[in-house]
């Protein structure tokens, strides 16, 4: 059975960055049909004991074709939104610290061109998707879009997303409208760097 998070803020506490109606929508229908579909489709091929980050690792272990494709999309659906909520805080925005802070200075220069290429992922990414930073177990860090709800878990290159910006217009079209780019530069005003740094820590320490 796969749950959900709670979300640790209230629908409004985003705001102005992520409005009230946006995310009320994008939790309580979106991500809740996402989970069901998930639970379902789990259900049928008898895979719901698994953890999910194993699960979308292993897609390919699933022989029914209807089943894996549920399993793609809505698993990709329920884990990538359970990491998007996660991963954003009313007192978010600003820089990280410690080991993230290091890998990321390291690997893209500063903070600032970091964002800037994410940013560039994530608004050149044709059709509905996600931008994402990830991390393998060795502390490497790396972009990447991917359409639709597949991440980098399907790819097979050990690389565990730790923060994703989800670029469907369900996310950000109420207030937003055409502009996906200011959504993704308000977006960074509500990141919590502190859970980004954590996933990452997490992922290190094996
Ligand atoms: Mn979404």
Same mark, same amino acid.
């Given at each position: 059975m796969f749950n959900q998070i709670q979300l !640790? +803020? #209230? +629908?409004? #506490? &985003?705001? !102005?960055? /992520?409005?009230a109606l946006t995310m009320e929508t994008h939790y309580s229908k979106h991500h809740a049909a996402y989970t069901k579909n998930l639970n379902d489709a789990a259900q049928k091929a008898g895979v719901?004991?698994?953890?999910i980050t194993a699960l979308l690792s292993s &897609?390919?272990? /699933?022989?029914?074709e209807a089943l894996k494709k549920a399993i793609r999309n809505n698993g990709g659906g329920f884990y990538n939104h359970n990491l998007y909520f996660s991963t954003m805080s009313p007192n978010g925005g600003g820089q990280p610290a410690g080991p993230l802070k290091d890998a990321l200075e390291k690997t893209f220069g500063s903070f600032s061109d970091f964002q800037n290429q994410l940013s560039g992922l994530a608004a050149g990414q044709f059709g509905s998707g996600w931008g994402w930073l990830s991390a393998n177990r060795d502390g490497r860090l790396v972009l990447s879009a991917s359409a639709n709800?597949?991440? !980098? &878990?399907?790819?097979? @290159? @050990?690389f565990v997303p730790i923060l994703g910006i989800d670029v469907?217009?369900? #996310? +950000?079209y109420l207030k937003y409208k055409n502009l996906r780019a200011d959504y993704i530069k308000a977006f960074f005003n509500v990141i919590d760097w502190k859970a980004v740094a954590s996933n990452y820590e997490n992922i290190i320490n094996g």
């Open positions: !640790p +803020y #209230a +629908y409004d #506490a &985003l705001e !102005p960055h /992520i409005d719901e004991d698994k953890e &897609l390919d272990s /699933i022989s029914d709800q597949d991440n !980098p &878990l399907m790819e097979g @290159g @050990g469907w217009e369900h #996310a +950000y």
